[in-house]
């Protein structure tokens, strides 16, 4: 199973994250959508991909994010969506702003919070992608009920946690360090219930694409 996580269109060079034996409890049963990384079955799903840039762009759309320029660039960071819903009785807490990425040699990718991002990118180009907004937690699925005036039922800060409870599903997009071509293995560490920590270990492969 494979996910893409960065390229570079000038020399069509594609770099995926690969796992190359699902991981964890009762992975190896969840059917998983192309370019998608399984982290946990049903009944607690946990799954991650890498977004395209028209998904984003299409996410502050749909938040009504504006900006003072035109030109909105995205952070040179490794942006990471993570999917999630809770089917059993009592609620799953889970804080994905504390997962990481570290190299064998004990370098870490971590989460890049709200004061750094803002420190780091000061340009117009850059507001069109809020981090409260872009990056927060959203809970899109009730049970069988779907939002009817917007895409979410409810959106918490992106470090708040949550307790998803029975029935919700959502998903939250977190900022990473940006993660180098030239790294080739990394452990992905990420929280599974409460304070506990699983990892899942990650090859990078990059191929030159058509």
Partial sequence: MSVLLLSCAENRLHTYMVVEK???RGTDKFAAKKGEIP???QPLKLSMHAPEG???ENLAD???L???SKYHRLPAL???????ENRTALPWKIDL?????AEPGGKKYAVVGTKAYAERYTSVAYEHFKYDAMYAIYITRRGADQPKDTFFFDQKKPDAGLALAR??????ILPFEFIPAGVDELVFFYPGDGEKMRQVKIRLTTERGQ
Wanted: net charge negative.
């Fill in 62 to 64: 749909d938040l009504k």
């Fill in 54 to 56: 028209d998904d984003l």
């Fill in 78 to 84: 490794t942006i990471l969506r993570f999917d999630f």
């Fill in 66 to 68: 504006s900006a003072a």
């Fill in 167 to 172: 029935g919700e599903a959502g998903f939250q």
């Fill in 97 to 101: 702003s504390k997962a990481y990425f």
């Fill in 22 to 24: 699902a991981q964890g």
């Fill in 39 to 41: 982290l946990s079955a």
